[in-house]
């Protein structure tokens, strides 16, 4: 089993930066695929950002190409979300997920192990 929680969600005025984190315990964590998926109310989980293993894979929804960085220290267990330029249509709830085997990077149905999620809200 691999425990995620996040951390690092608040209130930004558009324009802004915040770093979410997301810390693993349990199982080898170093060897997981790590991903960053969102949800505002009233639509479905998508996609933001996944790491590989080794951290020299990234990958990006086009919306936050640019301005949202992903990063791991497997050392640590962590992965961060590194958000900048912030916009109002940024604001959501933030998911950790994580998973050993995977075909498909954007698909939450690839990940084995959620977090709770943390609130990101981006004011115009």
């Known amino acids: 089993q691999v425990r995620l929680v996040e951390s690092g969600g608040g209130l930004v005025q558009a324009g802004g930066s915040l770093r979410l984190s997301c810390a693993a315990s349990?199982?080898?964590?170093?060897?997981?695929?790590v991903a960053w998926f969102r949800q505002a109310p009233g639509k479905e989980r998508e996609f933001v950002s996944a790491i590989t293993w080794t951290g020299v894979g990234t990958y990006y929804t086009n919306s936050v190409e640019g301005r949202f960085t992903i990063s791991r220290e497997n050392a640590k267990n962590t992965v961060y979300l590194q958000m900048n330029s912030l916009k109002p249509e940024d604001t959501a709830v933030y998911y950790c997920?994580?998973?050993?085997?995977?075909?498909?990077?954007?698909?939450?149905?690839?990940?084995?192990?959620w977090g709770q999620g943390t609130q990101v809200t981006v004011s115009s």
């Open positions: 997920a994580a998973t050993n085997t995977i075909t498909e990077v954007a698909s939450s149905l690839e990940y084995n192990y």
């Open positions: 349990g199982r080898t964590f170093s060897k997981y695929v």
